[in-house]
């Protein structure tokens, strides 16, 4: 039974389009995370949310916006969509920002033609 | 460089044979999470660590924080142990980084 509910599994969008990648977590956590796979490279920290604040942003690209509208929610919106941002977005959760363990949810493929 | 690395980069088994993996830190972590990415890219938390050295069946793994690496043994590798290893480690305290992972092939 998944703790952390990530959708849709797939998803292809049209260059130019606008996406929201859905997370939720029922965990209890207080704390969340985007992460972004491309090609079976290492997963690349993108953002960190602590009861519903940004706490930490490495993603350059302003395209790519963390929505919280609950404590246990953070979709990622991403928006005019290019084909380099295809890639598997791991949503995450813990206790808290420090020192304890993380855990992935399954993640959503995106593919951008 | 960079802040978590790990080598081999690659490790070719028969079944039936040990092996290790290492992950080193450029700077001093609070703890440690080991990773196991299978062919369907599903992500499959191994261990997490903030000391010492933890066993599941035929994995072991330790973790030094004083001198900066951590160690995920294989026993007895079997053919579902394929895939590609990734440590991770908090960094700044508040985000986890990921190593550049291992791929172990493990072959009858």
């Given at each position: 039974?998944?703790?952390?509910?990530?959708?849709?599994?797939?998803?292809?969008?049209?260059?130019?389009?606008?996406?929201?990648?859905?997370?939720?977590?029922?965990l209890?956590?207080?704390?969340?995370?985007?992460?972004?796979?491309?090609?079976?490279?290492?997963?690349?920290?993108?953002?960190?949310?602590?009861?519903?604040?940004?706490?930490?942003?490495?993603?350059?690209?302003?395209?790519?916006?963390?929505q919280?509208?609950?404590?246990?929610?953070?979709?990622?919106?991403?928006?005019?969509?290019?084909?380099d941002?295809?890639?598997?977005?791991?949503?995450a959760?813990?206790?808290?920002?420090?020192g304890?363990?993380?855990?992935f949810?399954?993640?959503?493929?995106?593919?951008?033609v | 460089?960079?802040?978590?690395?790990?080598?081999?980069?690659?490790?070719?088994?028969?079944?039936?044979?040990?092996?290790?993996?290492?992950?080193?830190?450029?700077?001093?972590?609070?703890?440690?999470?080991?990773?196991?990415?299978?062919?369907?890219?599903?992500?499959i938390?191994?261990?997490?660590?903030?000391?010492?050295?933890?066993?599941?069946?035929?994995l072991?793994?330790?973790?030094?924080?004083?001198?900066r690496?951590?160690?995920l043994?294989?026993?007895?590798?079997?053919?579902?142990?394929?895939?590609?290893?990734?440590?991770?480690?908090?960094?700044?305290?508040?985000?986890l980084?990921?190593?550049?992972?291992?791929?172990?092939?493990?072959?009858?």
């Amino acid at each position: 039974d998944p703790k952390i509910i990530q959708k849709p599994k797939y998803l292809v969008a049209v260059t130019g389009s606008e996406k929201i990648l859905i997370c939720e977590q029922y965990l209890g956590h207080n704390a969340m995370y985007w992460y972004r796979q491309s090609a079976k490279k290492p997963l690349e920290f993108m953002f960190s949310y602590s009861y519903q604040k940004l706490m930490d942003n490495q993603t350059a690209s302003s395209r790519f916006q963390p929505q919280s509208s609950k404590k246990n929610h953070l979709d990622l919106q991403i928006t005019a969509l290019k084909p380099d941002d295809s890639a598997t977005y791991f949503c995450a959760s813990s206790p808290s920002t420090g020192g304890t363990e993380v855990f992935f949810g399954k993640g959503t493929r995106l593919t951008v033609v | 460089g960079m802040p978590v690395e790990q080598n081999p980069p690659a490790l070719s088994l028969y079944e039936g044979a040990d092996s290790g993996l290492r992950c080193n830190f450029s700077t001093t972590m609070k703890s440690v999470q080991w990773f196991q990415q299978n062919h369907r890219g599903r992500l499959i938390t191994l261990f997490y660590l903030a000391q010492g050295t933890k066993e599941n069946g035929r994995l072991k793994s330790t973790f030094n924080s004083k001198e900066r690496y951590s160690t995920l043994h294989i026993k007895d590798a079997q053919l579902e142990d394929s895939g590609t290893y990734f440590c991770a480690s908090l960094q700044g305290g508040r985000a986890l980084i990921f190593g550049t992972g291992t791929t172990v092939s493990v072959s009858p």
